[in-house]
């Protein structure tokens, strides 16, 4: 009996994070907003927190994702699933090592010309740039679409999720962070549908609980 509180405590902390990520990283879009010159302090510290929380969320997001996707798709079905979630999972590594270096700097600087010195430093080391900055990030995009289009084709969740996730992802795109909070929402939305799919009770992605077993003809059937 120990394992169900165990159990019941991880799919709230799972549920948690579906809604917890899209709304920290709104929150990251809204707070820097409020900060027109982007320098030290507390509104950078703050929105620089939230945004890591958020990437961390993901990490349970991604395991839910991976979990939904596995059962009865097939070897190839399976492989999918797997690299999309090791590139969201990637990704989601880079977004969070960017957010401590910014979280660093703020904490060292005592203004902007300073930061920008201390963020010049930390890019000339080789591989920082395009794994941090550049192509890391984008890898958590990538996953992220890959699987909600995976889990909307073997109509697991809506379509409105992955077009939401590529909504969010070209807003992002076009309107860089001063449209953050708009793709934020739009993230909402398309982990709405797969958020909706984890179950009360210690079960699977499909199926009936754990531990018990169908019926045929009247008689129990145990697993």
Request: net charge positive; aromatic share 8%.
């Amino acid at each position: 009996m120990p394992r169900r509180p165990r159990r019941s405590a991880r799919t709230a902390l799972t549920r948690a994070a579906f809604v917890a990520a899209p709304l920290l990283i709104l929150a990251y879009g809204a707070i820097r907003l409020t900060d027109p010159d982007h320098g030290p302090g507390p509104v950078w510290t703050t929105g620089h927190l939230a945004l890591t929380v958020a990437m961390l969320s993901f990490v349970p997001v991604f395991a839910r994702l991976w979990a939904l996707a596995r059962p009865e798709a097939g070897r190839a079905g399976r492989l999918s699933a797997g690299a999309a979630t090791v590139l969201g999972l990637a990704g989601t590594l880079a977004v969070t090592v960017q957010a401590c270096i910014d979280l660093y700097v703020g904490f060292r600087a005592t203004d902007r010309p300073g930061m920008e010195r201390l963020f010049e430093q930390v890019r000339s080391h080789p591989a920082v740039v395009p794994a941090v900055y550049e192509v890391g990030p984008l890898l958590f995009y990538v996953g992220l679409i890959w699987i909600l289009v995976q889990l909307s084709a073997r109509r697991r969740v809506s379509l409105w999720s992955p077009l939401a996730a590529v909504a969010g992802t070209a807003t992002a795109a076009v309107g860089g962070l001063d449209l953050m909070p708009l793709a934020a929402a739009f993230y909402c939305a398309s982990l709405a549908s797969p958020a909706l799919r984890i179950p009360d009770g210690p079960t699977g992605p499909s199926g009936p609980p754990a531990g018990r077993g169908r019926t045929r003809g009247g008689v129990r059937l145990r697993r």
